[in-house]
């Protein structure tokens, strides 16, 4: 019984692993349960025993890179003190597009326009718990002292949306630098950022 569920389960990570690059590389519109059936190397009526529909295959997608997301922010939480938790914070946000850029595209450049009301709501709600992560380190670092009094909210979202911008442009090609040369970017971005919000 377990080896049947241990198969069960690899199939169904296949099924979603492969569903996500064609979604990435090709568009929703060329994503079809077939082509997807006949990549993992099972038939196409075999694919709905794990996914009913297309539209359920497509809210996993964006409902398992937010979940992914969201581990990555948590590292934040080994941290000693305030400022210690927010560096380990943005630098796991760091590392989530590094080792998964696949992960990255689907939870920052696209939208799950097809997935539902229900599991839009889900997908909406996981960012959010993702967001507050940062937020929270924010916040202790403002109580702290460490950072200017004012909104918690605006603050967090200068952190996030520079840091994206400059990973998404990485991503694409468009710096012209190596990892290593990124990553001294983004940590001295990161450090530029700090400097304009601290007291």
């Known amino acids: 019984m377990k080896v049947t569920k241990d198969k069960d389960k690899n199939i169904k990570k296949a099924i979603l692993d492969e569903a996500r690059e064609i979604y990435i590389k090709e568009g929703l519109e060329t994503l079809s ?52 938790r927010l560096t380990i914070c943005m630098e796991a946000f760091l590392q989530f597009a590094l080792e998964q850029p696949k992960h990255f595209e689907v939870f920052f450049l696209k939208r799950p326009d097809i997935v539902g009301t229900e599991r839009y709501r889900e997908f909406d709600n996981q960012r959010l718990v993702a967001f507050r992560i940062l937020m929270d380190r924010v916040r202790e670092c403002m109580d702290d002292g460490l950072i200017n009094k004012g909104s918690v909210y605006d603050y967090s979202l200068l952190l996030l949306t520079s840091s994206q911008g400059l990973v998404t442009l990485y991503l694409m090609g468009q710096l012209g630098i190596d990892k290593t040369e990124f990553t001294e970017l983004f940590h001295k971005n990161f450090q530029l950022l700090l400097e304009s919000l601290s007291p």
Not at 52 to 63: G, H, N, Q, R, S
């Open 33 to 84: 349960m077939r082509k997807v059936a006949q990549k993992v190397g099972i038939t196409a009526g075999a694919i709905y025993w794990h996914y009913p529909k297309k539209e359920a295959l497509v809210a996993e997608i964006f409902i398992d890179g937010v979940k992914t997301f969201s581990e990555y922010m948590l590292r934040s939480l080994s941290g000693k003190t305030p400022s210690e």
